[in-house]
Every structure is written in structure tokens, then in C-alpha cells.
């Protein structure tokens, strides 16, 4: 089960970034995607289902871990 170190701040730096959630288990798949503007943010949290989370586009993000920049 997910912890609270688990939730992401996603922020778009521009327009079109998508955010795109993977499953767990044998056979990793798409299950949710969304598509931010800039300026628009996302909360995202790991859980039972979610194992990984893809960023396409410009986009902030804090973590657990601290701040970092994608798309540069």
C-alpha cells in the first residue's frame, strides 16, 4: 500500500503536457492519462494499481526527493 512520500506535484510549463499513469503486475499498461495547459497542476499518488507515472512535455515536479525539471 502507498504511503504519504507517495503523492507528486505536477506543473505544467506549457501547454500540452501529458501525464500518464502505468499499472502494476505482469504486464505493465496505460490506465489514465491527462493532458495539462501551462500553469495547470496535477496531484498524483502511487498506489496499488499505479507503479509508474510518464511525463511528455515541459513540466515541474516535486517529489519526496525535491524539485525537478522535465523537458529541458
Do not use: P
Not at 14 to 30: A, K, M, P, S
Not at 38 to 47: D, G, L, R, S
Request: no cysteine.
Amino acid at each position: 500500500m502507498a504511503d504519504s512520500n507517495d503523492y507528486i506535484v505536477i506543473k505544467a510549463d506549457e501547454d500540452g503536457v501529458n501525464v500518464i499513469g502505468l499499472t502494476r503486475g505482469t504486464d505493465t499498461r496505460f490506465h489514465h492519462s491527462e493532458k495539462l495547459d501551462k500553469n495547470e497542476m496535477m496531484i498524483a499518488q502511487f498506489t496499488e494499481h499505479t507503479s509508474a507515472i510518464k511525463i511528455r512535455g515541459k513540466a515541474t515536479l516535486q517529489t519526496a526527493h525535491g524539485e525537478m525539471k522535465n523537458g529541458e
